[in-house]
């Protein structure tokens, strides 16, 4: 059972233009969602976080909204740039539990193309 | 540069050796997690250490071998293990407050393959 889904395995758009990966979730003790972005050989790295209390975080090009009665959360990017391009990640997990305990999507390929 | 360092980055064993994954990170964060990573797929937890202290073991089997000497450190010992052991292992660390709301921040994983 797929807690967490990312529908589109794969995501083109041109530099400078809009990128929006969405995200969505079953679980409603989820509290706490995460995007990370993950090149080649490299680790996943945190990008932009928000809690259940908010429905809109941002923090420079990145902006990640929640809308918790669809389940579902999106990051949008703008600019977009050539660097962008990764595997973006959404992760999911009930905070109030602390147990650490991260549920992830299969991830979204991005590529922006110049 | 990530703050979480993660040795060897490759290994190559055969199923009857003994290796270990080291793990260790300095920004003062009291929970440490391994994850399995199979190709295509997201990272899967195996192992949640909360103030030194094992607090997720998720059903990993027992040649998987998780050890935490102190809040920097995290290993992972390995013995005796299967070809679909192969994959990416990657240690993450994070703070830990009573909210919870702390995200992890990942090593770049050693890339493990079992002949």
Not at chain 1, 34 to 49: D, H, M
Not at chain 1, 62 to 68: H, I
Not at chain 2, 71 to 87: F, G, I, R, T, V
């Amino acid at each position: 059972d797929q807690q967490v889904k990312q529908n589109s395995p794969s995501l083109s758009v041109q530099e400078g233009r809009i990128s929006i990966l969405n995200c969505d979730y079953t679980n409603s003790m989820f509290d706490y969602f995460l995007w990370y972005k993950k090149y080649p050989a490299e680790g996943p790295t945190f990008l932009i976080s928000i809690s259940s209390i908010k429905d809109k975080n941002e923090d420079g090009r990145f902006t990640v909204f929640l809308n918790k009665s669809a389940k579902h959360l999106s990051l949008h990017i703008v600019p977009s740039q050539p660097g962008d391009s990764a595997v973006y990640f959404c992760a999911a997990s009930r905070a109030r539990g602390n147990t650490g305990k991260l549920i992830f999507g299969q991830g979204t390929t991005l590529q922006v193309k110049p | 540069d990530t703050e979480v360092t993660q040795t060897p980055k490759h290994l190559v064993m055969g199923m009857t050796n003994k290796k270990s994954l080291k793990c260790e990170q300095h920004m003062g964060h009291r929970a440490m997690y391994w994850y399995k990573q199979k190709a295509k797929k997201p990272p899967e937890l195996m192992f949640v250490y909360s103030y030194e202290k094992l607090s997720i073991n998720e059903s990993v089997p027992s040649r998987f071998s998780p050890e935490c000497p102190n809040s920097s450190l995290l290993n992972l010992h390995l013995h005796a293990l299967q070809p679909e052991d192969s994959a990416l292992y990657l240690c993450a660390s994070s703070r830990l407050d009573r909210g919870g709301n702390q995200p992890q921040h990942f090593g770049d994983g050693t890339r493990l393959s079992i002949l």
